[in-house]
């Protein structure tokens, strides 16, 4: 950190917004209003951490489930017997699987969340080992 206060990252800022915006339309043209607020709530802390510190994997793990809660928040296309006996077209098959896959993203996040914070990286001695596996 220098005197002035923390470095800023154009960077950063560019890499973040790449991350957030996309997933921000998703949740705007294919979820509801708390898909978008979930995104938002994630996504610009995400931002805002990656252009002030970039180096910080807590940014990108914000960003991480911000981009989950955009897909596990994504309405389904298809009907049920359209995905009971796989007739859906591709749109019904893509919502279904960022609304199922979706989730993944947001609990990998948010372990990785317990497992680096405070410090911002693992944990030292004994416990490194465990936190990677």
């Known amino acids: 950190m220098s005197a002035t206060g923390p470095r800023r990252s154009p960077l950063g800022l560019v890499a973040g917004l790449a991350v957030a915006v996309p997933a921000l339309v998703v949740a705007l043209v294919l979820s509801d209003v708390g898909g978008v607020l979930l995104c938002i709530a994630f996504g610009v802390p995400g931002v805002i951490l990656a252009w ?5 994997p807590i940014a990108w ?5 911000a981009v989950g809660l955009t897909l596990g928040t994504v309405r389904t296309t298809a009907s049920l017997e359209e995905l009971t006996s796989g007739t859906m077209d591709r749109l019904g098959q893509i919502t279904s699987w960022a609304n199922g896959t979706g989730w993944t993203f947001v609990f990998g996040g ?24």
Not at 52 to 56: E, I, K, N, V, W
Not at 123 to 128: F, N, V
């Open 52 to 56: 002030r510190r970039p180096g910080q």
């Open 61 to 65: 793990l914000l960003l991480l489930i």
């Open 110 to 133: 948010i372990l990785g969340l317990l497992l680096t914070f405070p410090s911002g990286h693992l944990p030292e001695g004994r416990w490194r080992l465990v936190s990677i596996v």
